[in-house]
């Protein structure tokens, strides 16, 4: 079965500091994997996945499938990033859809 | 932007009662999920839904709990005698389309928080 986990329960940094969120899978199959954010008080909300490559409000991840891992970073961290993050794979096959999440991170970035 | 939206946002229930969580999907939505998360714990997939039936459920989602989209628009969860183990966080996704090509983003709903006493 698929396993997410995300070692760091709270990661605080301070404003303009480099921020990385350590995520780690195990899944022998080609996972997609995601990173979902959820703001104080504001519902789960996707932040990037792994298929688009995109940087978003200058978050990247990277796949790394030879250490299963899904590390997310900013080179600069802002107090809105302030929020829980979550990684989570979705193992495909017969199980699209089905998202495996991660115990998630609270980030707190200081003033 | 067209969210998905959950009704009510927080139940109490006493145990052994039955209960139903709505949720209204995005309009053009074809795939529906329900999730839950226990207080201080992971989000767990309970149901994926398409086509009015059962895609994948987890161990969780056992005989107690059910599906149902009585209409056009609601997307329901039903548990029919309510433990105390069922508090939790109740978040409801859609997402347009699941093939075994890819996933889609799914978006998720506020939640329902469900407190059984």
């Known amino acids: 079965a698929q396993r997410v986990t995300q070692p760091e329960k709270l990661l605080s940094v301070f404003k303009g500091a480099p921020v990385e969120l350590k995520c780690n899978y195990s899944y022998s199959g080609s996972p997609e994997l995601f990173w979902y954010v959820q703001y104080s008080r504001q519902r789960l909300q996707l932040l990037l996945r792994h298929i688009s490559r995109e940087s978003i409000k200058g978050f990247t991840a990277d796949l790394n499938k030879g250490e299963t891992s899904f590390h997310l970073k900013k080179p600069f961290a802002q107090e809105e990033d302030s929020a829980m993050y979550y990684c989570a794979l979705d193992a495909g096959g017969t199980s699209y859809g089905k998202l495996t999440f991660g115990q998630g991170t609270i980030l707190t970035v200081h003033p | 932007e067209p969210e998905v939206t959950q009704t009510p946002s927080h139940q109490v229930t006493q145990m052994g009662q039955e209960v139903i969580l709505r949720c209204v999907p995005i309009s053009n939505h074809l795939y529906f999920y329900w999730y839950r998360q226990i207080l201080g714990q992971k989000v767990e997939f309970l149901v994926s839904?398409?086509?009015?039936?059962?895609?994948?459920k987890s161990e969780i989602f056992d005989d107690q709990f059910s599906v149902e989209r009585p209409d056009g628009s609601n997307f329901t969860l039903k548990i029919r005698s309510t433990k105390l183990e069922d508090s939790a966080m109740y978040f409801c996704?859609?997402?347009?389309?699941?093939?075994?090509?890819?996933?889609?983003?799914?978006?998720f709903g506020p939640g329902t928080r469900l407190t059984v006493l």
């Open positions: 996704a859609s997402s347009r389309l699941t093939s075994v090509r890819g996933t889609d983003t799914q978006y």
């Open positions: 839904f398409y086509n009015n039936e059962i895609s994948e």
